[in-house]
T-cell receptor
Framework: NAGVTQTPKFQVLKTGQSMTLQCAQD?????MSWYRQDPGMGLRLIHY???????DQGEVPNGYNVSRSTTEDFPLRLLSAAPSQTSVYFC???????????FGSGTRLTVV | DAKTTQPNSMESNEEEPVHLPCNHS???????IHWYRQLPSQGPEYVIH???SNVNNRMASLAIAEDRKSSTLILHRATLRDAAVYYC????????????FGTGTRLQVFP
C-alpha cells in the first residue's frame, strides 16, 4: 500500500490563482480529512468526508472546496489563492472511527 | 465540539517514563479518546486510542480515568526520537467526524 499520497509536495501560487491539491489513498478508507498547519501552530480542520459523496465543513472552510466522488480521492480546491492561505496542508484517511487516521506527508503552499 | 486541555510543554530524560496528561471534562459517552504525535517537519502520526478501558500497544499505553474526564498517555521509556508534539483528541461516534486538534503538549527529551 502506498498509504496517503499528496501531490504536489511544494507549490508557489500568485494571489488570485486557483489550484487543486490532490489526495489519494489506496487503503479503502471511508473517512478523509484536510488540515492546514501554519508555521508554529497546530492543525486546523478545513473539510472532511465520512464517505464517497458526503463532505462537510471543518473549522476553517472559507476559500476552499472539496468533493468526494470516489472512495480513493479527496481533492482540495483553492478558489482564489490569498497570502493568508500560505500553509502546509495535510490530508488524512481512516477506515473507521475506532481506528486512527493516517496522514500524508503534506503539501507546502506559498501564495505570493 | 468537545475540547481537550493539555499542558503546553513537558520535559523528560532519556529512558525515563513519561506521563502526558489530558483533560476532557465535556466528553460524551460516544467519544473515543485518540492520541497523535507530530515529529518536527512531519505529518501527525497516530499513537493510540481508547474508549473506556486502558490500552497498550507497541508505542505507548493509555490510561483512562473511570469517569472518562481525563486520560494519560504513558511512554514507558522515553527516547530522543519521542521528542514531538503530542495531541489528545476526542473522536465522536455520531454522524460527524470533525477531528479537532488542540495545541498539544511539546515533549522535550534530554540525553
Amino acid at each position: 500500500n502506498a498509504g496517503v499520497t499528496q501531490t504536489p509536495k511544494f507549490q508557489v501560487l500568485k494571489t488570485g490563482q486557483s489550484m487543486t491539491l490532490q489526495c489519494a489513498q489506496d487503503m479503502n478508507h471511508e473517512y478523509m480529512s484536510w488540515y492546514r498547519q501554519d508555521p508554529g501552530m497546530g492543525l486546523r480542520l478545513i473539510h472532511y468526508s465520512v464517505g464517497a459523496g458526503i463532505t462537510d465543513q471543518g473549522e476553517v472552510p472559507n476559500g476552499y472546496n472539496v468533493s468526494r466522488s470516489t472512495t480513493e480521492d479527496f481533492p482540495l480546491r483553492l478558489l482564489s489563492a490569498a497570502p493568508s492561505q500560505t500553509s502546509v496542508y495535510f490530508c488524512a484517511s481512516s477506515p473507521e472511527r475506532a481506528r486512527g487516521y493516517t496522514f500524508g506527508s503534506g503539501t507546502r503552499l506559498t501564495v505570493v | 465540539d468537545a475540547k481537550t486541555t493539555q499542558p503546553n510543554s513537558m520535559e523528560s530524560n532519556e529512558e525515563e517514563p513519561v506521563h502526558l496528561p489530558c483533560n476532557h471534562s465535556t466528553i460524551s459517552g460516544t467519544d473515543y479518546i485518540h492520541w497523535y504525535r507530530q515529529l518536527p517537519s512531519q505529518g501527525p502520526e497516530y499513537v493510540i486510542h481508547g474508549l473506556t478501558s486502558n490500552v497498550n500497544n507497541r508505542m505507548a499505553s493509555l490510561a483512562i480515568a473511570e469517569d472518562r474526564k481525563s486520560s494519560t498517555l504513558i511512554l514507558h521509556r522515553a527516547t530522543l526520537r519521542d521528542a514531538a508534539v503530542y495531541y489528545c483528541i476526542l473522536r465522536d461516534r455520531g454522524n460527524t467526524d470533525k477531528l479537532i486538534f488542540g495545541t498539544g503538549t511539546r515533549l522535550q527529551v534530554f540525553p
